[in-house]
């Protein structure tokens, strides 16, 4: 009785298993054939903008070896953001084989009846670069503000700038505080400013030039002024849209080529969530 007992729950544990490991399979996307990073299945993204960041990412990959997936959702099938993201990129193995240096970003888009969830999963290989308490100040400082507010591409794009970065060894830590480079800007903009100032205080102080002279230094320095203030929007601009808090990194042109398909990377389960 006692085997017979044994073998029942054998069996009826093998049949939960089996379950386990078929239902799944329909839960998760298949692996994109012709291979991509960008995977917009919510469709919250224009398609310039996948485009644009498609080729960012490629580009990225090309270069660094270092692949970083995309991937927006409708539903998570009642998986967590960190077991979803996770299995996807096990099953599609993002990342190389020799380094697991794959990166997974989730989004599943907030609707009227489901909070917004996020996710970055990390490989094996870049969980030293990229701790977990980075990847949740990723999403805390780089994603979510953007969502709130319905802009998914700024937060996407944002996030995967400073991932790169850290990736890559361009910086160790991703800050804390987002007026850092537009403080910087301000303060150099104020400074030639007044150096602006203080030149023409002193080209008007002479009289040898004669009215014409006068009149070709104020135009010269009233073109010089517009060009520091648009200068100044244009680099405000692209702190806010591209560089995630960090000055210079990657951009939709800085390199060339297209994505060449997935490596055989591998996850552990490191990284971080996030909810609005």
């Not at 009846?113 to 490989?123: H, M, T, Y």
């Not at 990723?138 to 996407?156: K, L, R, S, V």
């Not at 135009?219 to 601009?237: A, V």
Request: charged residues 20%; proline residues 4%.
């Amino acid at each position: 009785m006692k085997y017979l007992t044994k073998i029942s729950g054998f069996l009826a544990a093998s049949v939960f298993l089996m379950t386990v490991t078929i239902c799944p399979a329909g839960a998760f996307p298949e692996k994109p054939y012709p291979p991509r990073l960008v995977n917009d299945l919510a469709g919250i993204l224009y398609s310039y903008q996948k485009i644009a960041l498609e080729q960012k990412l490629s580009a990225f990959s090309d270069t660094t070896s270092n692949q970083i997936a995309v991937v927006t959702v409708n539903d998570l099938e009642g998986y967590s953001p960190a077991e979803y993201g996770t299995e996807i990129g096990i099953r599609w193995k993002v990342g190389s084989s020799e380094f697991d240096n794959g990166i997974v970003v989730l989004v599943k888009p907030k609707t009227a009846d489901s909070q917004g969830q996020v996710n970055i999963s990390v490989g094996y290989g870049l969980e030293g670069a990229i701790p977990d308490s980075y990847a949740k100040r990723i999403i805390d400082n780089e994603m979510i503000p953007y969502f709130q507010t319905g802009d998914y591409y700024a937060g996407i794009d944002r996030a995967c700038t400073v991932l790169m970065k850290l990736a890559s060894g361009e910086i160790s830590e991703p800050s804390e505080k987002k007026d850092n480079g537009a403080s910087y800007g301000m303060y150099t903009f104020l400074f030639l400013m007044l150096l602006v100032i203080l030149l023409s205080r002193r080209k008007g102080g002479g009289g040898n030039d004669g009215n014409g002279g006068r009149r070709k230094f104020i135009n010269d320095k009233e073109d010089f002024i517009k060009g520091l203030i648009i200068g100044n929007i244009l680099s405000g601009s692209g702190h806010d849209r591209h560089s995630g808090g960090f000055t210079g990194g990657f951009g939709p042109g800085s390199f060339g080529g297209g994505f060449g398909g997935f490596g055989g990377g591998d996850f552990g389960g490191g990284g971080a969530s996030g909810n609005w």
